[in-house]
């Protein structure tokens, strides 16, 4: 038989080892915690609102409940002539399919708040998936639109959420302004709160199956409409390309810089490119910012004394959307490099330069002596002439 003797010595040194051993792990696992922790709350933000120079806002409303006030909702949205996004669950989908389609064929838009109205923040990421799959396929049925935005339930989002939405497609859409409807049904109280965070760029958080939503909105719709605010679904309020999102939360527009301009407006048009740099140095900021409020036809009267014919005609033959694209990057120039502010206006004896904005060209040579000098010929949304003032930016 083997006999083991030891000493104190020996055991007080193996009780040391032990115990180091022990710390060593013990730092290391809560190192590894700490690093989780931090990844999850890092900084990763959804957009809460969106940095625009044209005074458009989004209405939005949760529905996760009972279907009761819908239509009534949609009358209201109807009658103030109001775009909104609707963030509906799947199980409200699953419990009210007709009241889904009724918001889509109104001409709103039909957006993912999961499938079943529950905190997402710290879910497993197989679960999570198979969770807004499954809304935005129940959504896609109804609407036979995929849906673009995800919210997440009670604002409940942490990195490893929005990196997972993200990676799926959605862009991720919280708020600014909480009308608190479901807390504080009064209707003073949710329609100063609205207003007082009412602006340009903001989303708007609203809730079906709370009466005080359908009776405030037609009152709250005209003051924010006097504001000179303009109701649009939430995707219009959003940039979809050149730009981030700050560590508040607020989405913001940043144009690609070019090695021989600050600024790239158009990537497809050396012409309507150069037509908006010499804008910028030739007007102010104060100057770029009102032309959102003027049309196509009074846009070119206001810049011809400083561009090339080829210049204006680029502008002139320009689409709503490439104007709308190379304004707001005008704006981010002006305000990030500075503007010129040498133009005046000039007040011409006779017009040196024929401009017609007709798409047709034989109708534009067939009045080869008529100049344009009203808005009587504005430009829809897709680039086509119609009557009455257009704007660059709406």
């Keep these: 038989m083997v006999i083991y ?38 900084g990763k933000k959804p957009v809460m609102r969106v940095e625009r120079g044209d005074n458009k806002i989004s209405l939005t409303f949760n529905c996760a409940w009972d279907t009761g006030d819908i239509d009534g909702l949609l009358g209201k949205l109807s009658d103030c002539g109001a775009a909104a996004t609707f963030f509906v669950t799947g199980e409200f989908c699953d419990a009210h399919p007709d009241a889904v389609r009724k918001m889509s064929s109104a001409g709103h838009s039909v957006q993912n708040l999961t499938d079943k109205n529950i905190h997402i923040k710290g879910m497993n990421i197989n679960d999570l998936i198979d969770d807004i799959k499954s809304a935005s396929q129940k959504i896609r049925t109804l609407t036979g639109k995929e849906p673009s935005l995800i919210r997440a339930p009670f604002g409940d989002w942490d990195d490893k959420t929005l990196t997972t939405v993200e990676g799926m497609g959605l862009r991720p859409v919280q708020w600014t302004a909480d ?71 607020v989405q913001q527009y940043r144009p690609a810089v070019s090695a ?7 990537e497809s048009n050396a012409d309507l490119d150069s037509a908006f740099e010499k804008i910028r140095m030739n007007l102010t900021v104060q100057e770029i910012y009102d032309l959102s409020s003027i049309g196509k036809v009074r846009l070119i009267d206001k810049i011809k004394s400083f561009l090339s014919d080829a210049e204006i005609y680029a502008v002139r033959e320009a689409s709503y959307n490439e104007l709308t694209e190379c304004y707001l990057t005008l704006v981010y120039a002006a305000e990030h490099y500075g503007a010129g ?54």
């Design 5 to 42: 003797t030891t000493t104190k010595k020996r055991i007080l040194r193996v009780i040391l080892i032990v115990l180091t051993i022990a710390a060593v792990l013990l730092i290391a696992v809560f190192a590894v915690f700490g690093s989780v922790t931090a990844s999850a709350d890092s």
């Design 179 to 249: 009308s608190r409807d479901l807390d504080d049904p009064d209707a003073v109280s949710v329609k100063k709160r609205v207003l007082d965070g009412a602006g340009s760029g903001v989303i708007v958080l609203f809730h079906n199956d709370c009466p005080v939503t359908e009776d405030v909105l037609p009152a709250l719709v005209t003051e924010l409409k006097q504001r000179g605010l303009e109701l649009v679904r939430t995707e219009d309020l959003l940039f979809s390309d050149n730009c981030f999102i700050d560590e508040n939360g």
């Design 260 to 266: 021989s301009l600050p600024i790239i407006y158009s």
């Design 341 to 394: 502010g040498t133009y005046t206006d000039p007040q011409y004896e006779e017009i040196p330069q024929i401009i017609s904005i007709s798409d047709d060209e034989d109708e534009a040579d067939a009045v080869p002596d008529t100049v344009y000098t009203d808005d009587s010929a504005g430009m829809t949304k897709d680039g086509q002439p119609e009557d009455g003032e257009a704007q660059i930016v709406k």
